[in-house]
């Protein structure tokens, strides 16, 4: 079983959240990618409490691509220090972290992600 794990990072705007999914998955850093919000974040920042609205992003990639994600992270955000938390992924659908798998890392063209409409084509 692939050794994947999840990422999450936060963005103040849709554009950069775009940006940096775009940027980590045309890089073959990330199989996917998922933004959603806007939230609302409440956080302790220069020794002031802070309320802003920020965009998630959601990185599904290896753990062994960990390293270059945090720095492309880094190098992409607007943020003097993000949040860049990975967590293992424990348990998922084998051909979901096949996919993963397939899709980072060296090119060779990778399968499109397990999708309901590829479950009912092939009869299961």
């Known amino acids: ?4 794990i999840q990422i999450v990072t936060m963005s103040s705007d849709l554009a950069d959240a775009e940006r940096i999914a775009t940027v ?3 890089n073959r850093l990330a199989a996917c990618v998922q933004l959603s919000g806007p939230v609302e974040s409440t956080y302790r920042w220069k020794d002031q ?3 802003s609205s920020e965009w998630c992003c959601t990185i599904k990639t290896l753990r062994a691509l960990y390293p270059q994600v945090e720095s492309k992270i880094r190098e992409l955000h607007s943020y003097g220090e993000p949040e860049i938390v990975a ?5 998922a659908s084998e051909s979901y972290l096949d996919w993963i798998a397939k899709s980072v890392g060296p090119s060779s063209s990778p399968p499109d992600p397990p999708s309901v409409q590829s479950v009912h084509e ?3």
């Open 1 to 4: 079983m692939p050794d994947a």
């Open 24 to 26: 980590l998955v045309a």
């Open 49 to 51: 409490i802070e309320t």
């Open 87 to 91: 967590t293992a992924i424990v348990a």
């Open 122 to 124: 092939s009869g299961e």
